[in-house]
């Protein structure tokens, strides 16, 4: 009778820590740290196809993270920050230039080291020339995927507003062999 009771106590002392531990699991995983798969291979060197990510939705989005967003025609992307509001935004001879200054986008070394091609890395354009604006609009971003040749980004589909804008991709956990912190 006793071994039953100590039974007993150990399937309570379980029901206790399991029940708090998936009622966490679930408010971390559904609300905080949300599992999104990468689709395609426009971020390709920073994420591949394939690639499963976590993405939070509580920081400030700045020029460089990698953001999820989903259109207002229900198309989900995986893009990187370039532009924030209020700034001007141009491409030449594969230079970013923000407000008509020079920026370095590190993260890029590998994709053009890579690239043994003449043609451009990042086609030339002013922002002016896509969205008949000379200015990135209160709210809105401009994105562009780390796989410029291969990107469907804010030079098709124009700037994301932020509301729009579903949350940060902060870490790569499967495969195993892609895991890494995201870098800006």
Same mark, same amino acid.
């Given at each position: 009778?006793?071994?039953?009771? $100590?039974?007993?106590?150990?399937?309570?002392?379980?029901? #206790?820590?399991?029940? /708090? $531990?998936?009622?966490?699991?679930?408010?971390? !995983?559904?609300?905080?740290?949300?599992?999104?798969?990468?689709?395609?291979?426009?971020?390709?060197?920073?994420?591949?196809?394939?690639?499963?990510?976590?993405?939070?939705?509580?920081? $400030? +989005?700045?020029?460089?993270? +990698?953001?999820?967003?989903?259109? =207002?025609?229900?198309?989900?992307?995986?893009? !990187?920050?370039i532009g924030l509001p209020g700034e001007a935004i141009r491409y030449e001879d594969d230079q970013l230039y923000i407000n008509e #200054? /020079?920026?370095?986008? =590190?993260?890029?070394?590998?994709?053009?080291?890579?690239?043994?091609?003449?043609? /451009?890395?990042?086609?030339?354009?002013?922002?002016?020339?896509?969205?008949?604006?000379?200015?990135?609009?209160?709210?809105?971003?401009?994105?562009?995927?780390?796989? !410029?040749?291969?990107? #469907?980004?804010? !030079?098709?589909?124009?700037?994301?507003?932020?509301?729009?804008?579903?949350?940060?991709?902060?870490?790569? %956990? %499967? /495969?195993?062999?892609?895991?890494?912190?995201?870098?800006?």
């Amino acid at each position: 009778m006793e071994k039953r009771k $100590s039974y007993i106590g150990y399937f309570i002392f379980f029901i #206790k820590i399991l029940v /708090p $531990s998936l009622v966490l699991l679930f408010i971390l !995983r559904g609300f905080i740290l949300i599992p999104v798969p990468v689709d395609g291979n426009s971020m390709e060197k920073t994420l591949s196809q394939g690639d499963m990510i976590v993405m939070e939705k509580f920081s $400030s +989005v700045k020029r460089f993270d +990698v953001v999820v967003f989903k259109l =207002p025609n229900g198309e989900i992307y995986i893009k !990187r920050v370039i532009g924030l509001p209020g700034e001007a935004i141009r491409y030449e001879d594969d230079q970013l230039y923000i407000n008509e #200054k /020079p920026i370095e986008e =590190p993260f890029l070394e590998k994709n053009i080291k890579k690239d043994h091609e003449t043609a /451009p890395y990042t086609t030339n354009f002013n922002l002016s020339d896509l969205t008949t604006k000379d200015i990135l609009p209160k709210d809105s971003y401009f994105v562009l995927g780390d796989n !410029r040749r291969m990107s #469907k980004d804010s !030079r098709s589909f124009g700037a994301v507003e932020s509301k729009y804008i579903l949350g940060k991709a902060q870490f790569v %956990y %499967y /495969p195993i062999t892609h895991m890494k912190f995201i870098p800006r």
